[in-house]
């Protein structure tokens, strides 16, 4: 998971702050979740039991590496595997374990917004997989990538794992797609992880843990709002609720107040009033099947041309073309 938070400017959080706990009903953006803390906290979602999304995206990897690495080469002149949001790498580490094993000619392109997530990730890659050629860049998505287009004009896979996509409505997601899209030439591919829908009830176990982790994941936005903004918020005095709506395959997360209360943000020179069981809205993690993939990608002015998926259907990949 790229590590949102370290150039996005400290106006734009005050701003969003201010007009997310201005506007009714209240709401605030899920990408401030991940400062450092926001950062080991999702580490740790990802090792839940019931956040089922990163184990099925792993065996889809595992299983189907062989026919993914060869969907990725076309030809000797080699490409460049670009991965948006590389994160710790566990699950890339896959494939370029086997393009490596497979003699393919390619140079792997992380690019995220923390530097130190990319050091981290370098380094490991030159200990474990020492032949694989990479090129680390640091920014946010579409500014990297259009540079990397300018720069050089070799075949493209561009990956995109996670679900992170799932954290956009439909239209920011076509919208992301579409900028892809844009930069891609026809012989480029886009490689890119959607969870499915599924039976209701894993999915809201898989955001509402017995340990109570994505409960202080979703908390610790208020406690970002109390460190940085200076805020008096009593993290005891909200829940965490999660619902999941079936039809359109949402699941939103909300902070809701358990009364009445008073809150003072010294950074924003405001006070929120909350009334008891108010609401703030904090995330959408979006469910998909293929229609809904297949209608994004058109909309995008692209087409599905593979899906790999698990055993128990939960988590689909999708190699997506111009
Ligand atoms: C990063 N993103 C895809 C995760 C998701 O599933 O929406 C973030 C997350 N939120 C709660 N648990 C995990």
Same mark, same amino acid.
């Given at each position: 998971?790229?590590q949102?938070?370290?150039?996005?400017?400290?106006?734009?959080?005050?701003?969003?702050?201010?007009?997310?706990?201005?506007?009714?009903?209240?709401?605030l953006?899920?990408?401030?979740?991940?400062?450092?803390?926001?950062?080991k906290l999702?580490q740790?979602?990802?090792d839940?039991?019931?956040?089922?999304?990163?184990?099925?995206?792993?065996?889809?990897?595992?299983?189907?590496?062989d026919?993914i690495?060869?969907?990725?080469?076309?030809?000797?002149?080699g490409?460049?595997l670009?991965e948006?949001?590389?994160?710790?790498?566990?699950?890339?580490?896959i494939?370029?374990?086997q393009?490596?094993a497979?003699?393919?000619p390619?140079?792997y @392109?992380?690019?995220?917004?923390?530097? =130190?997530a990319l /050091?981290?990730?370098e380094?490991s890659?030159?200990?474990? $997989?020492? !032949?694989?050629?990479v090129?680390?860049?640091?920014?946010t998505?579409?500014e990297?990538?259009?540079q990397?287009?300018?720069m050089?004009h070799?075949?493209k @896979?561009?990956?995109?794992?996670?679900? =992170?996509?799932? /954290?956009?409505l439909h239209?920011?997601?076509?919208?992301? $797609?579409? !900028?892809?899209q844009?930069?891609?030439?026809?012989?480029?591919?886009?490689?890119?992880?959607?969870?499915?829908?599924?039976?209701?009830?894993?999915?809201l176990?898989a955001?509402?843990?017995?340990?109570?982790?994505?409960?202080?994941?979703?908390?610790?936005?208020?406690?970002?709002?109390n460190s940085?903004?200076g805020?008096?918020?009593?993290?005891?005095?909200?829940i965490?609720?999660?619902?999941?709506?079936?039809?359109t395959?949402t699941a939103?997360?909300y902070?809701?107040?358990?009364?009445?209360q008073?809150?003072?943000i010294?950074?924003?020179?405001?006070?929120?009033?909350?009334?008891?069981?108010e609401?703030?809205h904090?995330?959408?993690?979006?469910?998909?099947?293929?229609?809904i993939?297949?209608?994004l990608?058109?909309?995008a002015?692209?087409q599905?041309?593979?899906?790999?998926?698990?055993?128990?259907?939960?988590?689909?990949?999708?190699?997506?073309?111009k």
């Open positions: 998971m790229q949102k938070t370290t150039l996005i400017s400290t106006s734009q959080f005050h701003k969003d702050v201010y007009k997310g706990l201005t506007d009714f009903p209240k709401h953006s899920s990408k401030y979740f991940y400062d450092e803390k926001g950062d999702f740790e979602i990802m839940m039991p019931e956040y089922y999304l990163t184990n099925s995206e792993y065996k889809i990897l595992d299983k189907f590496k026919e690495c060869r969907a990725f080469f076309k030809d000797s002149k490409f460049d670009i948006l949001g590389a994160g710790d790498g566990k699950k890339t580490k494939l370029l374990r393009l490596a497979e003699e393919i390619f140079q @392109v992380p690019i995220d917004i923390s530097q =130190n /050091n981290e990730l380094e890659i030159s200990n474990e $997989l020492p !032949s694989v050629n090129m680390p860049l640091q920014g998505y579409f990297t990538l259009e990397l287009c300018t050089q070799k075949r @896979v561009i990956m995109f794992l996670g679900s =992170n996509i799932g /954290n956009l239209p920011q997601a076509v919208e992301f $797609l579409r !900028s892809i844009e930069l891609m030439n026809e012989d480029d591919l886009f490689f890119i992880g959607f969870d499915q829908k599924k039976d209701p009830q894993t999915i176990n955001y509402n843990d017995a340990a109570g982790i994505t409960e202080r994941f979703n908390k610790n936005l208020l406690a970002r709002i940085e903004l805020a008096n918020f009593d993290l005891d005095k909200f965490h609720w999660e619902v999941y709506d079936p039809e395959g939103k997360s902070l809701v107040s358990k009364e009445n008073t809150i003072h010294n950074g924003l020179d405001l006070t929120v009033t909350f009334n008891a069981w609401t703030i904090t995330e959408i993690s979006q469910k998909y099947d293929d229609n993939v297949s209608w990608a058109d909309k002015g692209m599905i041309s593979r899906i790999f998926t698990d055993e128990n259907k939960f988590y689909k990949n999708y190699i997506l073309k």
